[in-house]
């Protein structure tokens, strides 16, 4: 199983990445949260105070660096993941000391000054977990598990059942090609509305 993702990632397909929402406490005076060592990458962040969500723009480490007021503090912004030394960076009280050459940061400008029920919700993507056991649940995405079944079937045959191999890569190959053409080329659907022309759709 290992092998198959392995090549199923040297051939560009996302089988082994899995998105995932997560909530970390955000108190006051925090300027980030450390994120789980699993992290490939940061879609979306979003404060929520209260129940009330405040939806963060990205920004990268670089950027950050130049700010002119880099310890100020108030309803944060903007958000950026570093993995920075903290020799290299300044880095929330928060999350000193951790072991930022192994786990990423997610930081926010300004340093939080919220107070009450604080919450930031993170959409993250990050790497699948392998089966440690018989009875382990692949973590993968569920659209992903018929190909890897086929793959996998394919695999064991080629050792246990070589005549029934080829029909069984042959049945992988065809269910990869339909899983990546319907992963990658979805058609994009712009919506657009312009003053004096209404609305519209265009593919």
Same mark, same amino acid.
């Given at each position: 199983?290992?092998?198959?993702?392995?090549?199923?990632?040297?051939?560009g397909?996302?089988?082994?990445?899995?998105?995932?929402t997560?909530?970390y406490?955000?108190d006051v005076g925090?300027?980030g949260?450390? *994120?789980?060592?699993?992290?490939?990458?940061?879609?979306?962040?979003?404060?929520?105070?209260?129940g009330?969500?405040?939806?963060l723009g990205?920004?990268?480490?670089?950027?950050?660096?130049v700010l002119?007021?880099?310890?100020a503090?108030?309803?944060?912004?903007?958000?950026?993941v570093t993995?920075?030394n903290?020799a290299?960076?300044?880095?929330p009280?928060?999350?000193? %000391?951790s072991?930022?050459?192994?786990t990423?940061i997610?930081?926010v400008w300004p340093?939080?000054a919220?107070?009450?029920?604080?919450?930031?919700?993170?959409?993250r993507?990050?790497?699948?977990a392998?089966?440690s056991n018989?009875?382990?649940?692949?973590d993968?995405? $569920?659209?992903?598990l018929?190909?890897?079944?086929l793959g *996998?079937?394919a695999?064991i045959?080629?050792?246990?059942?070589?005549?029934?191999?080829?029909g069984?890569?042959?049945?992988y190959r065809a269910?990869l090609?339909r899983?990546e053409?319907e992963?990658?080329?979805h058609?994009?659907?712009?919506?657009?509305? %312009?003053?004096?022309? %209404? $609305?519209?759709r265009?593919h």
């Open positions: 199983l290992e092998l198959l993702l392995i090549d199923l990632e040297n051939n397909a996302n089988a082994e990445f899995r998105m995932e997560k909530s406490d955000l925090d300027g949260v450390v *994120l789980e060592a699993d992290t490939i990458d940061v879609t979306q962040a979003v404060v929520v105070q209260d009330k969500p405040y939806p990205r920004s990268s480490r670089e950027d950050a660096l002119s007021f880099p310890a503090t108030g309803n944060p912004s903007i958000y950026w993995k920075a903290p290299d960076d300044t880095l009280d928060s999350v000193s %000391g072991p930022l050459n192994t990423p997610l930081q340093i939080s919220l107070a009450g029920d604080v919450t930031i919700n993170v959409t993507m990050r790497q699948h392998m089966p018989f009875g382990s649940t692949l993968t995405r $569920r659209s992903w018929p190909t890897l079944c *996998l079937a695999r045959a080629g050792k246990y059942n070589p005549e029934a191999e080829p069984l890569d042959s049945k269910a090609m899983r053409a992963e990658d080329h058609p994009v659907v712009i919506g657009y509305r %312009g003053f004096g022309w %209404g $609305r519209a265009r």
